[in-house]
C-alpha cells in the first residue's frame, strides 16, 4: 500500500523560512504561485523584490531574450521556475538563466534538470552573500559555463566563465564592454544598467548587430 504524502505542518500556504522538507515534499509543495529554493532540505522563501531590482531584471530580461531569439542561440528563462542542480541537494530559482539550442533536452514540465548554459543573479539586500559566495561556488560545481552578478547597490558587475579546469574565471571588463564567452556576439556595458536613463534594448540589439 502506498503512503500518502504527509507535508510539514505550515501556517497558511507557506512555510516559514527555515522549514525542512524532503526534495519530493518540497516539488509536492512549491507551486507556481510559490517562489522558494530548497537547498540540503530547508525551504528558503524569497522575499519581495524593490523597484530597482526589478527593473534592471526587466531590461536584462528584454536584451538577453531578444537576443538569443533573434539568434536562435537557445532559450532564456527566469524565476520562480526553477533548476535542479547535477550532484547537489539544490532546486534554485535564478534570476534570468539561458540554456542553448542544443541541451533544451534539460527543460522539463516544471524545472531545468541539470545546468544551464548562463545565469544572471540580480544580488538582493537582504542576503547578498548567497549570491556572491554561496551560488558562484554551486553554479561552477554544477558546470554553469558562466554566471554574471549584477549588484545594483555597489553598481557593479562581475561575470566569471569555466575554464579548462572547470573553475571560474573573470570575464574581464575592458573599455568599459563586458563580453560573454557563452552568447556569441553579445556583450554588455554595466553603465546600462545603472545610469538614470537606460538605452531602449532595440537600440542596443542593433549595436550587437542584430537589428
Not at 526587466?58 to 550532484?87: C, H, M, N, S, W
Not at 558562466?146 to 570575464?171: G, T
Request: hydrophobic share 35%; glycine share 4%.
Amino acid at each position: 500500500m502506498i503512503k500518502p504524502l504527509i507535508l510539514p505542518e505550515t501556517s497558511d500556504t507557506q512555510p516559514h523560512p527555515g522549514r525542512r522538507m524532503t526534495e519530493a515534499q518540497f516539488v509536492a509543495w512549491c507551486d507556481s504561485k510559490t517562489w522558494a529554493e530548497w537547498v540540503d532540505g530547508e525551504v528558503i522563501v524569497m522575499s519581495p523584490v524593490g523597484y530597482q531590482h526589478e527593473s534592471i531584471f526587466v531590461f536584462l530580461l528584454r536584451l538577453l531574450g531578444d537576443f538569443a531569439e533573434i539568434q536562435e542561440l537557445g532559450e532564456v528563462l527566469t524565476e520562480p521556475y526553477q533548476i535542479k542542480l547535477p550532484d547537489q541537494n539544490r532546486r534554485r530559482s535564478p534570476d534570468i538563466f539561458f540554456v542553448a539550442a542544443n541541451r533544451q533536452t534539460i527543460i522539463q514540465d516544471n524545472h531545468v534538470d541539470g545546468a544551464p548554459d548562463l545565469i544572471v543573479e540580480i544580488v538582493s539586500p537582504d542576503n547578498p552573500a548567497r549570491d556572491w559566495r554561496d551560488k558562484y561556488l554551486e553554479y561552477e560545481k554544477a558546470g554553469v559555463r558562466e554566471y554574471w552578478i549584477v549588484d545594483p547597490n555597489s553598481e557593479k558587475v562581475e561575470a566569471y566563465s569555466l575554464n579548462r579546469r572547470k573553475k571560474y574565471q573573470v570575464l574581464k571588463e575592458s573599455e568599459g564592454i563586458i563580453r560573454s564567452k557563452t552568447l556569441k556576439g553579445f556583450y554588455l556595458k554595466p553603465a546600462w544598467l545603472f545610469q538614470e536613463k537606460r538605452p531602449k534594448t532595440h537600440a542596443i540589439l542593433r549595436e550587437l548587430g542584430v537589428r
